[in-house]
């Protein structure tokens, strides 16, 4: 098996669509919209929970928790394959637009967000 | 500079929140609401194209998108890392259970979901 | 039976989670969280679609929207009820500003979002 | 004015997008991912809020909150006009099977999902 990487996976998962002709159904519209199904799910384990339940989960929660985080990963990097984006690249770049938008003498502490800072 | 990986970026990310004691605000509840959020800006940017339209994006609206979708892959990677979940390597495992779930015969062109099947 | 309207529902829902001391959850917090993961189950159901096709639903496939569509209504009404908002009176507010946003005779045929518009 | 109602309200943005000639772009698939894209900036008001903080928001920002809530209604009953469906009744239909899902002597205090009791 080949290493893991996110490069490997997404090339995996569009032989995935491939395989079942499923490439017809996975315009960027219709996997935004699976991408956006799956982070609702996503919310569902969460909602009731308070903050602190949300970093102590238990072993069968925390599975669940990271096969729903593992659906969002497919998703967005089928959408990367299909907007031919390299998302990975693309993260590497607003990380360090955040880091002159947010610096950290200016907003430590403080969570509102860039447009309400003056 | 270091290799682009998304261990290496989840490691910026956690230094990032920590220079500015934003950890605080990372619980899992949050961050999940926070992917969700970015995840709405995704959708806005399709709701109204069409499938053929979200294919073909001009090269402004591709980047605004690749910036959301790096927004999400942000927010993903630092609920991986709060909850202590490696996120690629559960999609290669949801991968294999997909794979047994949609055999390529059984599925071909059938955007059925698996618990509408027999 | 009451005749039928938002604000004899926004009250049945609030005895609803009083009868079941359901309020310690329902923090507009997590009812905006519940209300988004409404919202995915809804997509979930368009996500494979394709716009001719949702406007079509046969009738197991239609009642199974509505109820999604309810449970949005719902949590909506909920979240009212805890902000003390009036959310219809907000929708007409809206609307009212939509109508100077959006002139008729500017956009007519085009949905681009209003920021776009100089 | 007539009395505000969600069937005349209803009735209003039906007007609003016909003058506007956007019942093309108002496919239910589209409706849909409006209304997810709007719950999404629902989410980004509360997601680095407390639960304490989410219950007593300033005047300025529950006005702000109120608007997405409008925006969440308005496309809300988009969708039930164009699907043909009674959101109203459906959530009043959706309540009953609540309260036969949700026993008050059963459930009380506890906000585990109905497929997770036996």
């Not at 929970?49 to 998703?75: G, M, P, R, T």
């Amino acid at each position: 098996m080949s290493v893991q990487n996110i490069h490997d996976l997404s090339e995996r998962l569009a032989a995935f669509a491939r395989a079942r002709d499923w490439e017809q159904f996975h315009s960027p519209k219709n996997l935004a919209m699976a991408l956006a199904g799956e982070t609702g799910e996503l919310l569902e384990h969460f909602q009731w929970l308070s903050e602190a339940q949300s970093s102590s989960l238990d072993a069968e929660k925390k599975e669940a928790v990271a096969l729903e985080l593992a659906d969002i990963l497919i998703y967005l990097l089928r959408l990367g394959e299909r907007l031919d984006v390299d998302i990975l690249d693309a993260a590497y770049r607003k990380m360090a637009l955040n880091e002159s938008r947010y610096p950290a003498d200016k907003v430590r502490g403080d969570a509102r967000r860039a447009e309400e800072y003056d």
